[in-house]
């Protein structure tokens, strides 16, 4: 495939476990056989239960490892380390504690050989911080900031440097469902405005449908590509809620039910998740009413 | 003495932390969220001030207690107590008397001298020798052994065998004051590099820097709190150590002060010596902690 941004073929990744004195060292298969690929300009999620190697698939994209075997290819080319074509944002924020909010970017900008000189720098980052909407926060250490606030500053580092692709491990996981779902809908406009490709990976079903064009599906020990879904929504009309749309709602229950080992749509028989209930009622509904949508907040 | 002095400033330390905290400013509506790392950190304005004051003057109630506790508690001895342990005013007289005739300030200004060389020494030599080992796993590895025997090695010990190298001049102490203010900076500033959290490092790799610019710009950095508190335990150390070698073999400083005072039964001199140290750590001390404190600003995990 050579319309491939991202081309991950047959990858493994095995990792040494060090022994102690009691119990001896052994081979630990993080990944097996992973298989896929992310076209130009896509938004493409990965949800996975943990074990299912997520993350090191996306340390392994990111260069941050290298694989057993296998390939990974960036506009058909083996990856050799880090990149800065490959921007990541961790869950964790990763900003520098000593840098202000604009000093965090314009080290990335540094970094990067981006803007000639430190003024333009400096323009350039503040550029980025009005971007993520926190142009009066430049000044903040990261200590004085939320954890949404902190994800943003991370946000707009990655982007500072203009990346082709923008890897996302989990960015939303730490934050609270109300600024996670604002962020959400911020990073769905960056994404639709820079038109950079996009992996993200998450542990939220809902997340993955809700962002991704397509979702990759992993299962669990060890990591293995169980089935990618195709996400084709509709936009929805302006005022409604989009995730309780009937296609949404289709899609979520899908993925859920791959992730939950039914790799069929047939109707279950009993869901055993007593918070999957109103998700399926909720198809017959099919109406943004709060009530639902508040139930649909609540996956696990 | 010594938990007091490193005690106290920990605490101001904070205070001066949470009051830096909180700022008010701009989107305060954000800064409320409960979610936001450092929460219960940093209480309101009203209930910051007052202890903060209040801890002052509970502190300077104790200091005057102490004060008169000695005043009078010689009272209660024979004559002969009182002559080994006078009341304050007498020690108090008998260091003012020293300030005037110069004597003081000469004695000060041996032991000043020679705890700043011998401190600057061993920072400059700890931080260096710190980083290496720190970033170096089998540099580490190789010496971890050795330096373990002579951090485990009193610097006192070794007092005696530096005098008979080096004589019994200035070098000899400076000398000790460098052995013993190298192995906080020196294990300190190890374990700083070695603790730098390794998201600054796959974030920094990411950003593409190579391994040079991630040594000097993000391990560096974020080793500084650490590498301080090093600096800091050196700094009390570096006194404690001098004070020692000027009593066994010296002929000025405050340790000389103390023994020849007692040699000569001038026991308010004596006392006034002792003070002296007191103030000579308090100073340094402070001057540590307001150093780590301007660089070390954004730190709140300390």
Same mark, same amino acid.
């Given at each position: 495939?050579?319309?491939?941004?991202?081309?991950?073929?047959?990858?493994?990744?095995?990792?040494? /476990?060090?022994?102690s004195?009691?119990?001896?060292?052994?081979?630990?298969?993080?990944?097996?056989?992973?298989?896929?690929?992310?076209?130009d300009?896509?938004?493409?999620?990965?949800?996975?239960?943990?074990?299912?190697?997520?993350t090191?698939?996306?340390?392994?994209?990111?260069?941050?490892?290298? !694989?057993?075997s296998?390939?990974?290819? /960036?506009?058909?080319?083996?990856?050799?380390?880090?990149?800065?074509?490959?921007?990541? /944002?961790f869950?964790?924020? &990763?900003?520098?504690?000593?840098?202000?909010?604009?000093?965090?970017?314009?080290?990335?900008?540094?970094?990067?050989?981006?803007?000639?000189?430190?003024?333009?720098?400096?323009?350039?980052?503040?550029?980025?911080?009005?971007?993520?909407?926190?142009?009066?926060? &430049?000044?903040?250490?990261?200590?004085?900031?939320?954890?949404?606030?902190?994800?943003?500053?991370?946000?707009?580092?990655?982007?500072?440097?203009? !990346?082709?692709?923008?890897l996302?491990?989990?960015?939303?996981?730490?934050?609270? &469902?109300?600024?996670?779902?604002?962020?959400?809908?911020?990073?769905?406009?960056?994404?639709?405005?820079?038109?950079?490709? $996009?992996?993200?990976?998450?542990?939220?079903?809902?997340?993955? $449908?809700?962002?991704?064009?397509? $979702?990759v599906?992993?299962? &669990?020990?060890?990591?293995?590509?169980?089935?990618?879904?195709?996400?084709?929504?509709?936009?929805?009309p302006?005022?409604?809620?989009?995730?309780?749309?009937?296609?949404?709602?289709?899609?979520?229950?899908?993925?859920?039910?791959?992730?939950?080992?039914?790799?069929?749509?047939?109707?279950?028989?009993e869901?055993?998740?007593?918070?999957?209930?109103?998700?399926?009622?909720?198809?017959?509904?099919?109406? !943004?009413?709060?009530?639902?949508?508040?139930?649909?907040?609540?996956?696990? | 003495?010594?938990?007091?002095?490193?005690?106290?400033?920990?605490?101001?330390?904070?205070?001066?932390?949470?009051?830096?905290?909180?700022?008010?400013?701009?989107?305060?509506?954000?800064?409320?969220?409960?979610?936001?790392?450092?929460?219960?950190?940093?209480?309101?304005?009203?209930?910051?001030?007052?202890?903060?004051?209040?801890?002052?003057?509970?502190?300077?109630?104790?200091?005057?207690?102490?004060? +008169?506790?000695?005043?009078?508690?010689?009272?209660?001895?024979?004559?002969?107590?009182?002559?080994?342990?006078?009341?304050?005013?007498?020690?108090?007289l008998?260091?003012?008397?020293?300030?005037?005739?110069? @004597? +003081?300030?000469?004695?000060?200004?041996?032991?000043?001298?020679?705890?700043?060389?011998?401190?600057?020494?061993?920072?400059?030599?700890?931080?260096?020798?710190?980083?290496?080992?720190?970033?170096?796993?089998?540099?580490?590895?190789?010496?971890?052994?050795?330096?373990?025997?002579?951090?485990?090695?009193?610097?006192?010990?070794?007092?005696?065998?530096?005098?008979?190298?080096l004589?019994?001049g200035?070098?000899?102490?400076?000398?000790?004051?460098?052995?013993?203010?190298?192995?906080?900076? +020196?294990?300190?500033?190890?374990?700083?590099?070695?603790?730098?959290?390794?998201?600054?490092?796959?974030?920094?790799?990411?950003?593409?820097?190579?391994?040079?610019?991630?040594?000097? @710009?993000?391990?560096?950095?974020?080793?500084?709190?650490?590498?301080?508190?090093?600096?800091?335990?050196?700094?009390?150390?570096a006194i404690?150590?001098?004070?020692?070698?000027?009593?066994v073999?010296?002929?000025?400083?405050?340790?000389? +002060?103390?023994?020849?005072? @007692?040699?000569?039964?001038?026991?308010?001199?004596?006392?006034?010596g002792?003070?002296?140290i007191?103030?000579?750590?308090?100073?340094?001390?402070?001057?540590?902690?307001?150093?780590?404190?301007?660089?070390?600003?954004?730190?709140?995990?300390?």
């Amino acid at each position: 495939m050579t319309s491939a941004k991202i081309r991950v073929s047959d990858v493994n990744k095995i990792f040494e /476990v060090p022994g102690s004195r009691r119990v001896p060292g052994h081979l630990a298969t993080a990944v097996e056989g992973v298989d896929f690929d992310v076209h130009d300009g896509e938004f493409v999620t990965m949800v996975g239960p943990s074990g299912s190697g997520k993350t090191t698939i996306l340390d392994l994209v990111a260069g941050l490892t290298t !694989p057993t075997s296998g390939s990974i290819l /960036v506009d058909g080319t083996p990856i050799n380390g880090p990149g800065r074509d490959r921007g990541v /944002v961790f869950q964790q924020y &990763a900003l520098l504690p000593w840098k202000s909010t604009l000093d965090n970017i314009v080290f990335a900008l540094k970094a990067a050989g981006r803007g000639r000189h430190r003024a333009e720098r400096r323009r350039l980052a503040r550029e980025y911080l009005e971007l993520v909407g926190l142009k009066d926060y &430049a000044n903040r250490y990261p200590h004085q900031l939320s954890g949404g606030m902190k994800q943003r500053v991370a946000i707009a580092r990655s982007l500072s440097y203009q !990346p082709e692709i923008l890897l996302m491990d989990e960015p939303f996981g730490a934050l609270d &469902a109300q600024t996670r779902e604002l962020l959400q809908s911020e990073l769905l406009r960056l994404w639709k405005s820079t038109g950079t490709t $996009v992996l993200f990976i998450t542990h939220s079903v809902e997340e993955a $449908v809700y962002l991704g064009q397509r $979702v990759v599906v992993l299962e &669990a020990r060890p990591g293995r590509v169980k089935a990618v879904v195709d996400v084709d929504r509709p936009e929805p009309p302006a005022g409604t809620d989009p995730r309780s749309t009937p296609e949404f709602i289709t899609h979520r229950r899908r993925v859920w039910e791959l992730l939950h080992g039914r790799d069929h749509l047939a109707e279950a028989p009993e869901d055993p998740d007593a918070h999957h209930v109103p998700a399926t009622h909720d198809l017959s509904i099919a109406g !943004p009413t709060g009530d639902a949508h508040r139930l649909e907040r609540n996956p696990s | 003495m010594s938990t007091t002095t490193t005690e106290k400033p920990l605490d101001s330390r904070t205070n001066t932390l949470t009051s830096s905290g909180t700022t008010p400013g701009v989107g305060s509506r954000e800064r409320r969220n409960p979610k936001r790392s450092g929460a219960g950190r940093t209480p309101g304005p009203s209930r910051r001030a007052a202890p903060a004051w209040r801890a002052r003057l509970r502190g300077s109630y104790a200091i005057l207690a102490f004060i +008169l506790l000695w005043e009078f508690a010689p009272l209660l001895g024979s004559p002969a107590f009182q002559v080994f342990l006078p009341r304050f005013h007498e020690v108090a007289l008998a260091w003012w008397e020293l300030l005037v005739s110069g @004597q +003081l300030w000469e004695h000060f200004a041996a032991s000043f001298a020679r705890s700043i060389v011998g401190f600057a020494i061993a920072t400059a030599a700890g931080i260096a020798l710190g980083l290496l080992i720190g970033w170096y796993r089998a540099l580490y590895e190789t010496l971890n052994p050795l330096l373990e025997v002579f951090r485990n090695t009193a610097a006192l010990a070794l007092l005696p065998v530096f005098v008979l190298l080096l004589g019994i001049g200035e070098l000899s102490k400076v000398t000790i004051v460098v052995y013993a203010a190298f192995f906080p900076v +020196l294990l300190n500033t190890a374990a700083g590099v070695k603790t730098v959290d390794p998201l600054l490092i796959r974030a920094g790799m990411t950003l593409g820097l190579n391994r040079y610019q991630l040594f000097t @710009q993000v391990v560096l950095p974020a080793s500084v709190p650490t590498i301080f508190t090093g600096i800091r335990i050196a700094g009390s150390s570096a006194i404690l150590v001098l004070v020692a070698a000027e009593m066994v073999g010296a002929k000025s400083g405050l340790g000389f +002060l103390i023994t020849s005072s @007692q040699n000569s039964f001038l026991i308010p001199q004596m006392y006034a010596g002792v003070l002296t140290i007191s103030l000579l750590g308090l100073i340094v001390n402070s001057a540590l902690v307001a150093l780590e404190r301007r660089v070390s600003r954004w730190n709140t995990t300390l």
